[in-house]
């Protein structure tokens, strides 16, 4: 639950990837800025000495001890040696936003989602890959890659889609037009770590948050999400998700 913890809200980000060009990995930095993040952001690109008025470190290595969470905004084929490479600097959380981990089922990428399964394992806990990120209102935590909703409110629900676009497809209008506070929004991707179970369990802690919505297609552990949804319940929190014998809840 710790490194969860520090995944929603670190105190300190470095964005591997980031360029000045536009891109995802400059998309997180401004949306970061854009969020109110307080913490310090740094980038991590070998060609440049800042991007968008951030420091710009040429490795990992060479980063700060402080860093709390890497974002992963590198191609598929180094992701992996990325996020190595932060296991070793001791950071323990990281958001992957690079598909090509086996989407297909089949081809290199499966050897990829294998090694960063065993990444997850030895304790970096991950967000993705193939996601967007996440956003945490009250946090100013927005380590997202797309456009983000204007202006982003604080409110009592939190949201985890496995796909990034039918999630934003539900925050925007929600947050833009019908002037809902969010307190949480997570793009999860492919749940090769953190899965939505895993968030859920952390939403429905929250005293903050009194609604909890899920955008599925898979689920990593049913069981979990059943027990999970009931401890919501028993808190007085109302889940969009239903489970076997958990009093009626409404679904999305």
């Known amino acids: 639950m710790e490194a969860i913890a520090t995944l929603l809200a670190p105190k300190s980000i470095a964005v591997v990837g980031a360029s000045q060009r536009r891109g995802r990995g400059t998309n997180v930095i401004a949306n970061l800025k854009t969020g109110g993040f307080q913490g310090a952001i740094f980038a991590v690109n070998p060609r440049y000495d800042e991007v968008l008025g951030c420091k710009c470190y040429p490795a990992i290595a060479d980063l700060p001890k402080t860093v709390d969470c890497v974002v992963v905004a590198t191609a598929a084929d180094t992701a992996c040696d990325v996020l190595d490479q932060a296991y070793a600097h001791g950071i323990r959380a990281a958001i992957v936003l690079s598909a090509g981990f086996g989407e ?99 939403f429905a802690q929250d005293s903050e948050v009194s609604v909890i919505a899920i955008v599925v297609e898979s689920l990593k552990n049913p069981h979990k999400l059943a027990e999970v949804s009931r401890a919501a319940w028993r808190r007085g929190n109302r889940s969009s998700c239903s489970s076997p014998g958990s009093p009626p809840l409404a679904r999305s």
């Open 104 to 202: 297909g089922g089949h081809g290199p990428g499966l050897e990829r989602a294998r090694r960063l399964g065993l990444l997850a394992k030895r304790g970096i806990c991950i967000c993705g890959p193939n996601c967007m990120g996440l956003i945490n209102v009250k946090a100013g935590t927005a380590a997202y890659s797309t456009g983000l909703p204007k202006p982003l409110r604080h409110g009592p629900v939190a949201l985890v889609s496995q796909s990034g676009g039918l999630g934003m497809t539900a925050l925007n209008p929600l947050m833009m037009d019908r002037e809902l506070g969010f307190a949480y929004f997570v793009s999860c991707g492919n749940q090769l770590g953190a899965t939505i179970e895993d968030f859920v369990e952390v």
